[in-house]
């Protein structure tokens, strides 16, 4: 049995996701130009000290989040015929934490405290 809604109803359901996208655009786009404006003063002034990316710890921690989440989505499309759709927001955000803390006792340089900024 569906739920029926009405007009109304259905016009502000389809507006939400617009309105959150719309939102965090701007969000981010206002974040950019601070620190774009924050980075141009400190280089006139003299101040700036350029960081170091650490490359190796960020492809770990994209890597293991993205075989997190893949498990999870796999596992929920397996088992599509006898789970339902909720299950999915569970699951994402514990295998996410899964992989980070994976990454924290695999990455040498959080064991030392090397990492510290």
Known sequence: ???QYTPAAQIIIAIIPI???VFFATLLFFAL???HREVSLRIRSGTEQPRKF???AYVLLAGLCLIAVGIALTVLFALMTQVNWALLGG???LM???ALIIFYKVNPDFKDGKNED
């Open 1 to 3: 049995m569906a739920i």
């Open 91 to 93: 699951l994402l955000p």
């Open 54 to 56: 650490n490359f190796k």
């Open 96 to 98: 996410l934490g899964i």
């Open 19 to 21: 309105v959150g996208i």
């Open 33 to 35: 130009l601070w620190h």
